[in-house]
């Protein structure tokens, strides 16, 4: 196992996680121990143990607690991290968002609050890379 820290959040998922796929919907409750990632829809409240990721295309409408969090897609609700929390480029937010960090790349829309809970400010970024996360 590589013990070397890596910037973004999605170089450091290694579990098979719960998977929303595109073009499902789901609506209700949902508890999840592990890593989720939403690329369909969901409507309703989460409690995530892992790290959660919405994709580009993917749509939620609730509140959210989690670890972590990368948000590609449409969200409207609340968000609370309790650690570090990345906002795409593609991401359109509407809701309070609360967490330990968050960096935001550029052209990502947030309407709403935000609260960072360490007291650092938002980090901005532009990324460089192409492939995985992207």
């Known amino acids: 196992m590589n ?15 719960t998977l929303v796929g595109s073009g499902s ?7 999840c121990a592990s890593d989720l990632v939403v690329s369909g829809d969901f409507i309703g ?9 919405l994709a580009e295309d993917g749509m939620w409408e609730g509140d959210l607690q989690t670890g972590n969090a990368i948000i590609c897609g449409r969200f409207v609700g ?3 991290v309790s650690e570090r929390l990345e906002i795409r ?10 967490a330990k960090t968050i960096a935001i790349e550029t052209g990502a ?9 360490s007291g650092k400010p938002v980090v901005r970024f532009e990324e ?3 492939g995985k996360g992207e």
Do not use: E, F, H, Y
């Open 45 to 53: 409240n989460a409690t995530v143990g892992g790290s959660v990721t």
């Open 78 to 80: 609340d968000i609370q």
């Open 89 to 98: 480029k593609s991401a359109r937010i509407r809701g309070t968002i609360r």
């Open 109 to 117: 829309v947030v309407d709403g609050d935000m609260a960072i809970t």
């Open 3 to 17: 013990d070397q820290p890596r910037r973004r959040l999605v170089d450091r998922s290694a579990a098979t996680p």
């Open 128 to 130: 460089k890379r192409q």
């Open 25 to 31: 919907k789901m609506n209700g409750t949902l508890n």
